[in-house]
């Protein structure tokens, strides 16, 4: 069984900030001297295409305490990238040594998921609207999704091929993609082997109360602050005071989910099919741009080893996605690389990430002489 230390390393020495002072590598040194001279200035985005959004009010599919708080950070580049983060933390944390790298492509959309509720229907129309926004703006935008955001993204792009809907997307990134309620536990076992499994297991049978949200939030907690792993890569990739704003920002974000949040959250995750569900001619593909799915070396403390979304897309990747690349994100010269692992073992991911913008850029075509 895999012990609390296994999960997310990457955060896992908060409790050991004030122990070392290292010197920071050349590229820490760059990436926070151009934060300086460019603070990040991320900015609520305000939609003018709300159409979506007021057709689920006005239906009464969702209410206002459900609606994703979106911010938005412009760049000059003509490929945006929308944000789809997991449970926790926010995406504004989630790609938060990513941001100068995605920001040289195009604008950044971080959809940080609400407090106090949650609902499927609208976020989906959310994305529906700023979709239709940037393609008023001639931009088609790279939906960037991680494990529950990788489960959003395909549920969304399910729904809109079902009811006959096209969406017009330069590419999609799905990392550690969770998808439906067997991604993280095994139906009928009694205690599941996950940590995420555990932590949501009891809202699935209905036995939600203040004890059991407050269990849930000292796992997710745990899963961050465990063990002292790590401290020569963990220096290597942030400063002191990076680590402690981080660290602050995802205990915030856990700790202000309520139960009301907590519960709906698990229900959008419970309302989620398996892609294998959906495996028809009828149904498939679910998108014809290009996509990138990333599963990392050692998934076990979140992923089942029967997980349905990732053996369907490990084997039947280009049903769901013509043009797509499944890989292994391994890690040859330190710890395993863990679930979604962003921060971390950021530098290995990044060259998946670079290559995938890298042929999305349109190819120049000379004139003939």
């Excluded at 000292?218 to 602050?225: A, R």
Aim: proline fraction near 7%; hydrophobic fraction near 40%.
């Amino acid at each position: 069984m895999a012990s609390l230390s296994d999960l997310f390393p990457a955060l896992s020495l908060f409790t050991q900030l004030g122990r070392f002072a290292p010197t920071q590598p050349l590229r820490t040194l760059i990436r926070t001297t151009s934060y300086r001279l460019r603070p990040p200035q991320q900015r609520l985005f305000v939609p003018r295409v709300r159409r979506a959004q007021e057709a689920v009010l006005q239906n009464g599919l969702a209410g206002e305490h459900q609606r994703t708080t979106v911010l938005w950070e412009r760049s000059r580049g003509r490929v945006p990238t929308i944000v789809l983060g997991g449970f926790v933390p926010d995406s504004t944390e989630q790609v938060f040594l990513l941001r100068g790298f995605l920001l040289k492509t195009g604008s950044l959309y971080y959809f940080n998921y609400p407090r106090h509720g949650f609902s499927n229907e609208m976020l989906f129309a959310q994305l529906d609207d700023l979709v239709q926004e940037l393609a008023e703006h001639g931009q088609k935008p790279v939906i960037f999704a991680v494990s529950f955001g990788g489960g959003l993204l395909l549920e969304w792009l399910k729904r809109a091929r079902r009811d006959g809907r096209k969406i017009d997307l330069k590419g999609s990134i799905i990392i550690s993609p969770v998808a439906c309620v067997g991604d993280i536990f095994t139906p009928g076992e009694a205690k599941p082997s996950t940590l995420p499994g555990r932590a949501l297991k009891p809202y699935l049978d209905g036995e939600a109360n203040t004890h059991v949200v407050e269990k849930s939030r000292t796992i997710f907690s745990k899963m961050f602050e465990s063990g002292a792993q790590n401290k020569e890569a963990l220096r290597a990739i942030m400063t002191r005071g990076e680590l402690y704003r981080l660290r602050e920002a995802v205990m915030a974000t856990i700790r202000s989910v309520n139960s009301t949040g907590a519960c709906e959250r698990v229900q959008a995750l419970k309302q989620m099919e398996a892609p294998a569900a959906y495996f028809s001619p009828a149904m498939l593909p679910l998108s014809d741009a290009p996509a990138l799915i990333l599963y990392a070396e050692k998934e076990s403390s979140v992923l089942t080893d029967a997980s349905p979304t990732r053996f369907a897309l490990e084997n039947a990747h280009r049903a769901y996605f013509p043009h797509s690349t499944c890989r292994l994100i391994v890690n040859h010269r330190g710890s395993p690389v863990q679930h979604a692992s962003l921060i971390f073992h950021c530098f290995n991911f990044l060259p998946s990430l670079s290559a995938f913008y890298k042929q999305l850029k349109p190819r120049k075509v000379w004139p003939l002489a």
